[in-house]
Antibody, heavy 120, light 110 residues
Framework: QLQLQESGPGLVKSSETLSLTCTVS??????????WAWIRQPPGMGLEYVGS???????YCSPSLQSRVTMSVDTSKNQFSLKLTSVTAADTAVYYC????????????WGQGALVTVSS | QSALTQPASVSGSPGQSITISCTGT?????????VSWYQQHPGKAPKVMIY???KRPSGVSNRFSGSKSGNTASLTISGLQAEDEADYYC??????????FGGGTKLTVL
């Protein structure tokens, strides 16, 4: 049973960098035909695609966030990570990591989500 | 990229059918048969209910069905049950390895 678990600070100061890691268990992050994604949801609002990556290191970001987003993968630890720089209150959200089916392009497994609050 | 357009809320009585629409553009919904639908209960992670517009993952009830016409995708839930009460989000591939979600629809089972 594939499981994903987000981890990282729950509170980040405005203008600083948000860092999250997703640990994958029950499956290999190096599996072909799967990508690994970040999706966020501000409190009481809808879902927003942040970005995705392949185990080889290729990364893809939402155009609205690409100037502030860095993603990486550590296959030895079966983890992938997200960094979002220069955060503001608008970046306060539950951040989900998810597995993206590479052929059918849908998110089939999700982590439980991690709330990150940006404080001033 | 703008969010796909969904009604804010829909409601129905147990046993009835409801349909949630999801309107995009020629750049997303209209260009690809890659619309997925997610169910989200309060405080929980989303769960995929439909992918590729009309396919159901293993374990999802056949009461859930999807369709598409032009730039609009739809999710139909038949035989409404109390457990179906949740938020529903559509999502479409939008090219260049990007995805766009709808604003979400709150389903109330009366």
């Amino acid at each position: 049973q594939l499981q994903l678990q987000e981890s990282g600070p729950g509170l980040v100061k405005s203008s600083e960098t948000l860092s999250l890691t997703c640990t994958v268990s029950g499956g290999s992050i190096s599996s072909t035909n799967y990508y690994w994604a970040w999706i966020r949801q501000p409190p009481g609002m809808g879902l927003e695609y942040v970005g995705s990556m392949y185990y080889s290191g290729s990364t893809y970001c939402s155009p609205s966030l690409q100037s502030r987003v860095t993603m990486s993968v550590d296959t030895s630890k079966n983890q992938f990570s997200l960094k979002l720089t220069s955060v503001t209150a608008a970046d306060t959200a539950v951040y989900y990591c998810a597995r993206l089916q590479g052929s059918s392009y849908f998110f089939d497994h999700w982590g439980q989500g991690a709330l990150v609050t940006v404080s001033s | 990229q703008s969010a796909l357009t969904q009604p804010a809320s829909v409601s129905g009585s147990p046993g009835q059918s409801i349909t949630i629409s999801c309107t995009g553009t020629n750049s997303d919904v209209g260009s690809y048969n890659l619309v997925s639908w997610y169910q989200q209960h309060p405080g929980k992670a989303p769960k995929v209910m439909i992918y590729e517009g009309r396919k159901r993952p293993s374990g999802v009830s056949n009461r859930f069905s999807g369709s598409k016409s032009g730039n609009t995708a739809s999710l139909t839930i038949s035989g409404l049950q109390a457990e179906d009460e949740a938020d529903y989000y559509c999502c479409s591939y939008a090219g260049n390895n990007t995805w766009v979600f709808g604003g979400g629809t709150k389903l109330t089972v009366l």
